[in-house]
């Protein structure tokens, strides 16, 4: 439901800080970049507001609407 | 294309994503739709759009924006500028713009500093501020943009930080269907060159930064209304965030129309 | 065209140029008010609103020129006019328009320099600055008329050539041409050039590409904002499909050779001169602009003199007719260029003959044929 990107992503984090429900953390897998990447680990808390998808400064975050 | 050059947590994409949604809420014609920027981070934001776009030079992209409006007023003509590009070398074009009221929408990223040299002083760099070429911390006063193009006569005037998307989205939108030069502010972090010279090198701290000096004119306003003139005080120390300006006002290319149905001969 | 009212008329080099610039198809300007320039805004002002054309008084000489360069986008044919001062001022927008291949005509009525200088004075002190104004690797046409008939003509060939190389074409008058009255007659017939516009699928496209449509062709063709082609312009360097590619030095040094070779390519077909008692002349008088009215009469009395003197006169200054000149003097013992400044348009014109002698006369008055004559 949460895609994100890792060739465009490049780690700023904005969708960690401003997810309300704190669906994110910062996984441990670094990519080619040498990001690590956020990863939807609570991805049940999350409403579909879409707020990453709408802040991303890199359009790196794609968000499904909630089943 | 993408990943664009714009640093990790740099506003500027995120602009450009507000731009984009705007844009879409309306069902502009990105076929009639071009984007005209000077020089400088935010100003590379065309290059990442499918559409028409011309990348001027330093501080005169509302000059040319108002000779491809006055000549094709069916195009959607969106300006993006930095606060150097728009009120250091380009104040006289953004007073000008303004004053002859065209139909333009300026979105003007404001980072209090030309990041895309490396850092240095800007005509918005708050004082006391240390940048490149300010070692010693700045002793010039800022310009406040907005208020600037409020003064100035422009029908619409907003301002919103990054930190609020749908605030920014239904301004940009409001100023692209407002007849008329409408100027939108965006305050955007620049963790590279300013934000690591003033204590704000974290995306989370120039947003602290943002949150305890700004507030919003509506807020301002029942202060004014209600509260003691010490803290009304405090308060105007700082930035103001809203809707500043939305008036109605003859535009340029619609005077000049009229002037042409009063004066064009038909037998040429 | 009626707006430009009776067919034989009695008017100034500002109001031919004016003219000249509507029989073209010019339908935009956009200028700053300066000596000896500001009757061509006049004139464009009172004249474009009749044709449901547009006049924009702009707040500097530099954004009159953005202004033209975003017009002419749009597919307009626009103009501007200035004099030195303001011609100093527009020099980074000019670069603008070579690296962009914009199509726009500006008019430099010279007046004397350097700075303020005199200010409705004569001069012909910005030969080399109409080459070289802007910084980086480029190629200018510049046109220079002696006469009001003249002014006219030239206008219309600058907005010509303009369209067919898409380039920034200069046309240069001098003040004593800008606001003398002589007999003008508006022709009937004359030739239109206009941008090739592109034609090809949108996908296709490459804004910045040459010799794919049009074999040969080292003009891209144009495609206008609005049309749906997606065009990308910026004046960083960049590759066909118009995004920047500033660190690729192969990008870079296919763009600026193509647009000199673009130019360059066609010098002999470009160049514009005037020769009169040419064949036997052993001495050549080389002169343009108001110089030449004084240069004519000089030579025609050196020879009643029967000194074997030619007189050669540029309407081309760029691309300098370098080709043209070589065949003309190859026989000459004596070369002489008289000019209005300290010393600009000898210095090409040394590379093809290294003994030419340079007669220079500045402060606003124009030579006398006895200064001419005294150094045949």
Same mark, same amino acid.
């Given at each position: 439901?949460?895609?994100?990107?890792?060739?465009?992503?490049?780690?700023?984090?904005?969708?960690?800080?401003?997810?309300?429900?704190?669906?994110?953390?910062?996984?441990?897998?670094?990519?080619?970049?040498?990001?690590?990447?956020?990863?939807?680990?609570?991805?049940?808390?999350?409403?579909?507001?879409?707020?990453?998808?709408?802040?991303?400064?890199?359009?790196?975050?794609?968000?499904?609407?909630?089943? | 294309?993408?990943?664009?050059?714009?640093?990790? &947590?740099?506003? %500027? $994409?995120?602009?450009? *994503?507000?731009?984009?949604?705007? #844009?879409? =809420?309306?069902?502009?014609?990105?076929?009639?739709?071009?984007?005209?920027?000077?020089?400088?981070?935010?100003?590379?934001?065309?290059?990442?759009?499918?559409?028409?776009?011309?990348?001027?030079?330093?501080?005169?992209?509302?000059?040319?924006?108002?000779?491809?409006?006055?000549?094709?007023?069916?195009?959607?003509?969106?300006?993006?500028?930095?606060? &150097?590009?728009? %009120? $250091?070398?380009?104040? *006289?074009?953004?007073?000008?713009? #303004?004053? =002859?009221?065209?139909?333009?929408?300026?979105?003007?990223?404001?980072?209090?500093?030309?990041?895309?040299?490396?850092?240095?002083?800007?005509?918005?760099?708050?004082?006391?501020?240390?940048?490149?070429?300010?070692?010693?911390?700045?002793?010039?006063?800022?310009?406040?943009?907005?208020?600037?193009?409020?003064?100035?006569?422009?029908?619409?005037?907003?301002?919103?930080? %990054?930190?609020?998307?749908?605030?920014?989205?239904?301004?940009?939108?409001?100023?692209?269907?407002?007849?008329?030069?409408?100027?939108?502010?965006?305050?955007?972090?620049?963790?590279?060159?300013?934000?690591?010279?003033?204590?704000?090198?974290?995306?989370?701290?120039?947003?602290?930064?943002?949150?305890?000096?700004?507030?919003?004119?509506?807020?301002?306003?029942?202060?004014?209304?209600?509260?003691?003139?010490?803290?009304?005080?405090?308060?105007?120390?700082?930035?103001?965030?809203?809707?500043?300006?939305?008036?109605?006002?003859?535009?340029?290319?619609?005077?000049?129309?009229?002037?042409?149905?009063?004066?064009?001969?038909?037998?040429? | 065209?009626?707006?430009?009212?009776?067919?034989?008329?009695?008017?100034?080099?500002?109001?031919?140029?004016?003219?000249?610039?509507?029989?073209?198809?010019?339908?935009?300007?956009?200028?700053?008010?300066?000596?000896?320039?500001?009757?061509?805004?006049?004139?464009?002002?009172?004249?474009?609103?009749?044709?449901?054309?547009?006049?924009?008084?702009?707040?500097?000489?530099?954004?009159?020129?953005?202004?033209?360069?975003?017009?002419?986008?749009?597919?307009?044919?626009?103009?501007?006019?200035?004099?030195?001062?303001?011609?100093?001022?527009?020099?980074?927008?000019?670069?603008?328009?070579?690296?962009?291949?914009?199509?726009?005509?500006?008019?430099?009525?010279?007046?004397?320099?350097?700075?303020?200088?005199?200010?409705?004075?004569?001069?012909?002190?910005?030969?080399?600055?109409?080459?070289?104004?802007?910084?980086?690797?480029?190629?200018?046409?510049?046109?220079?008329?002696?006469?009001?008939?003249?002014?006219?003509?030239?206008?219309?060939?600058?907005?010509?050539?303009?369209?067919?190389?898409?380039?920034?074409?200069?046309?240069?008058?001098?003040?004593?041409?800008?606001?003398?009255?002589?007999?003008?007659?508006?022709?009937?017939?004359?030739?239109?050039?206009?941008?090739?516009?592109?034609?090809?699928?949108?996908?296709?496209?490459?804004?910045?590409?040459?010799?794919?449509?049009?074999?040969?062709?080292?003009?891209?063709?144009?495609?206008?904002?609005?049309?749906?082609?997606?065009?990308?312009?910026?004046?960083?360097?960049?590759?066909?499909?118009?995004?920047?590619?500033?660190?690729?030095?192969?990008?870079?040094?296919?763009?600026?050779?193509?647009?000199?070779?673009?130019?360059?390519?066609?010098?002999?077909?470009?160049?514009?001169?005037?020769?009169?008692?040419?064949?036997?002349?052993?001495?050549?008088?080389?002169?343009?602009?108001?110089?030449?009215?004084?240069?004519?009469?000089?030579?025609?009395?050196?020879?009643?003199?029967?000194?074997?003197?030619?007189?050669?006169?540029?309407?081309?200054?760029?691309?300098?007719?370098?080709?043209?000149?070589?065949?003309?003097?190859?026989?000459?013992?004596?070369?002489?260029?008289?000019?209005?400044?300290?010393?600009?348009?000898?210095?090409?014109?040394?590379?093809?003959?290294?003994?030419?002698?340079?007669?220079?006369?500045?402060?606003?008055?124009?030579?006398?044929?006895?200064?001419?004559?005294?150094?045949?």
């Amino acid at each position: 439901m949460i895609e994100i990107d890792e060739s465009l992503c490049k780690g700023c984090y904005v969708c960690i800080e401003f997810c309300p429900l704190e669906v994110f953390i910062i996984s441990d897998k670094i990519t080619v970049a040498g990001v690590y990447p956020p990863h939807p680990e609570y991805i049940e808390k999350c409403t579909a507001c879409k707020l990453c998808e709408l802040m991303c400064p890199d359009f790196a975050i794609s968000v499904g609407d909630k089943k | 294309m993408l990943p664009t050059i714009f640093c990790a &947590g740099c506003g %500027v $994409g995120s602009i450009m *994503n507000y731009v984009l949604r705007a #844009i879409e =809420r309306l069902s502009l014609n990105i076929n009639k739709t071009i984007f005209v920027s000077g020089i400088g981070c935010s100003s590379r934001i065309p290059g990442y759009i499918h559409a028409d776009g011309l990348h001027t030079t330093h501080g005169r992209a509302i000059a040319f924006a108002t000779g491809i409006k006055i000549c094709n007023p069916e195009l959607n003509v969106i300006v993006f500028t930095g606060d &150097g590009d728009c %009120v $250091g070398i380009g104040g *006289n074009h953004f007073i000008h713009g #303004i004053r =002859r009221n065209i139909d333009i929408t300026v979105i003007a990223v404001n980072n209090f500093t030309y990041g895309m040299t490396g850092g240095q002083l800007a005509p918005t760099t708050p004082r006391g501020s240390y940048t490149t070429t300010t070692p010693y911390g700045n002793i010039e006063h800022a310009f406040d943009m907005a208020h600037l193009a409020k003064v100035a006569g422009a029908p619409y005037v907003a301002r919103w930080s %990054v930190l609020d998307p749908h605030q920014s989205i239904k301004s940009i939108g409001e100023g692209i269907r407002k007849h008329g030069f409408a100027f939108i502010e965006m305050l955007s972090p620049c963790p590279t060159a300013f934000g690591r010279r003033n204590e704000l090198k974290m995306v989370r701290d120039q947003w602290e930064w943002y949150k305890n000096n700004t507030i919003h004119i509506k807020k301002l306003e029942v202060l004014r209304a209600t509260s003691e003139e010490v803290e009304i005080k405090e308060a105007e120390k700082k930035i103001i965030v809203g809707v500043l300006q939305d008036i109605e006002k003859p535009e340029y290319v619609s005077e000049w129309n009229k002037l042409l149905e009063r004066v064009a001969c038909t037998d040429r | 065209m009626k707006v430009i009212g009776e067919k034989v008329q009695f008017v100034s080099g500002d109001d031919a140029v004016c003219y000249g610039a509507l029989l073209a198809g010019c339908t935009f300007f956009a200028g700053y008010p300066i000596t000896p320039a500001t009757e061509i805004a006049e004139g464009m002002a009172r004249l474009l609103p009749k044709i449901g054309g547009i006049y924009m008084q702009m707040e500097d000489e530099i954004s009159s020129l953005a202004a033209c360069i975003g017009a002419s986008w749009t597919g307009r044919k626009c103009l501007t006019a200035t004099s030195g001062p303001g011609f100093s001022l527009m020099q980074e927008n000019i670069g603008y328009a070579c690296m962009t291949e914009t199509p726009l005509v500006i008019v430099n009525v010279m007046r004397s320099g350097p700075s303020t200088g005199q200010p409705t004075l004569a001069a012909q002190g910005d030969i080399m600055q109409a080459r070289f104004g802007t910084h980086g690797d480029h190629e200018i046409i510049a046109l220079y008329p002696n006469s009001v008939q003249e002014s006219l003509d030239l206008a219309i060939q600058a907005f010509n050539l303009s369209e067919k190389y898409r380039v920034p074409v200069i046309l240069l008058l001098d003040a004593e041409i800008a606001h003398m009255r002589e007999k003008l007659v508006i022709p009937d017939d004359f030739l239109i050039i206009n941008r090739v516009l592109v034609t090809i699928d949108t996908k296709e496209y490459h804004p910045f590409r040459t010799g794919f449509t049009h074999p040969g062709s080292k003009v891209p063709e144009f495609a206008p904002f609005g049309s749906g082609y997606h065009t990308y312009v910026t004046g960083l360097t960049h590759e066909e499909h118009g995004f920047p590619s500033t660190t690729d030095p192969h990008a870079h040094d296919r763009l600026v050779r193509r647009l000199s070779e673009k130019i360059l390519d066609d010098e002999e077909a470009l160049s514009y001169l005037e020769t009169r008692f040419c064949e036997d002349a052993e001495t050549f008088l080389i002169t343009y602009g108001i110089t030449s009215r004084t240069a004519l009469a000089a030579v025609k009395n050196a020879r009643q003199k029967e000194k074997k003197v030619g007189y050669v006169r540029l309407k081309t200054i760029w691309p300098f007719p370098k080709k043209t000149l070589q065949h003309i003097l190859h026989d000459a013992h004596d070369v002489i260029v008289a000019e209005m400044n300290l010393g600009q348009l000898i210095m090409p014109v040394r590379e093809i003959f290294g003994g030419a002698r340079n007669i220079t006369k500045v402060g606003g008055e124009i030579f006398l044929p006895e200064e001419m004559e005294r150094v045949m």
